[in-house]
């Protein structure tokens, strides 16, 4: 029986697509799944480490790793103009991109997607890197100028007296006309061609699953929501498991191309081979 390590954030959109895995709702065959969460750096890192079978990782992370990791076709969290936000103690000036240069500024991590796609925002600034729980706090304290929002505190911010100066995913989708990807599913390509189509199979009908049981998988996923209320927690599932969660389609893969190729350009990133886990004959672009 094959053992397999599947690590994810504990964050109430990836406990919603995982819900059916991490409950036993579906059949899986032979194959055991042990569950491991952490927060996307430190799953960047120790899949950097080649520590994981099946992680989450951070799109800006996975250039680092497309040698030895594959994508899984399901579970992106995909932004359609909308994102990670670049918040402040001061209501937004009138040229936000030109006033966020050489700014300190609070990131939830160097490999984080929100990173690098700040940095193509405006490359010139101080990231300071700190938990992306505590952002906020950073920012209030005046320990930083501002602060980059991942999670749920893209929607709790102004409930602390913060300020909007840009929506990455808005300002990505006005720079290319497409969506912002943010992380993935990736596999380990050592465990072999059909194993990751069998474990690929598992994760689309997991997250199926929970959208054909949305209750259900809300109430798991309320668990992992660090004090929002069911109604925000929703609302907040609903933004990153969405259409492109269960199938990227070739929309969604070419957002992914496209960001890995302008960050290789700017010299943010190093030329990555992309590749996704998909079933015998199945026509798709493989490579940026």
């Known amino acids: 029986m094959p053992t397999i390590h599947l690590a994810h954030s504990p964050d109430a959109d990836d406990a919603f697509m995982f819900y059916a895995l991490a409950e036993g709702r579906i059949a ?3 194959r055991h799944y042990v569950h491991q969460l952490a927060d996307i750096e430190t799953l960047n890192q ?13 799109f800006h992370a996975y250039a680092y790793l497309a040698d030895r990791y594959a994508l899984l076709p399901h579970g992106a969290s995909v932004g359609d103009r909308y994102g990670p936000r670049l918040v ?23 490999l984080t997607t929100a990173f690098l796609v700040l940095r193509l925002y405006q490359p010139d600034f101080e990231p300071v890197p700190v938990p992306f729980d505590e952002i906020e706090d950073a920012v209030l304290s005046g320990a930083v100028d501002a602060g980059l929002l991942i999670h749920e ?4 911010y102004q409930q602390r007296g913060l300020h909007l100066w840009v929506d990455l995913g808005e300002w990505w989708f006005g720079e290319t006309g497409l969506p912002l990807p943010l992380g993935g599913n990736a596999i380990r390509r050592a465990l072999g061609p059909e194993l990751m189509r069998a474990v690929s199979r598992d994760l689309k009908a997991s997250i199926s699953y929970g959208l054909e049981h949305r209750e259900d998988a809300l109430r798991y996923a309320q668990r992992f929501a660090r004090g929002l209320d069911p109604t925000t927690t929703d609302r907040f599932v609903g933004m990153y498991v969405n259409d492109f969660t269960l199938d990227y389609g070739d929309r969604g893969r070419r ?8 960050g290789a350009r700017a010299g943010l990133l190093p030329p990555a081979r992309l590749s996704f886990v998909d079933e015998p004959g199945t026509p798709r672009p493989a490579r940026c």
């Not at 505190?153 to 709790?156: F, N, P, S, V, Y």
């Not at 957002?255 to 302008?262: G, I, K, N």
Request: aromatic share 0%.
């Open 46 to 58: 120790r899949a950097l480490r080649g520590e994981l079978d099946v992680t989450a990782v951070s």
């Open 28 to 30: 899986t065959g032979d």
């Open 153 to 156: 505190g893209q929607l709790t």
């Open 88 to 110: 402040a103690r001061e209501p937004a000036p009138a040229d936000p991109q030109t006033s966020t240069r050489d700014r300190r500024i609070a990131v939830p991590g160097k």
């Open 255 to 262: 957002a992914v191309a496209t960001l890995l190729e302008r």
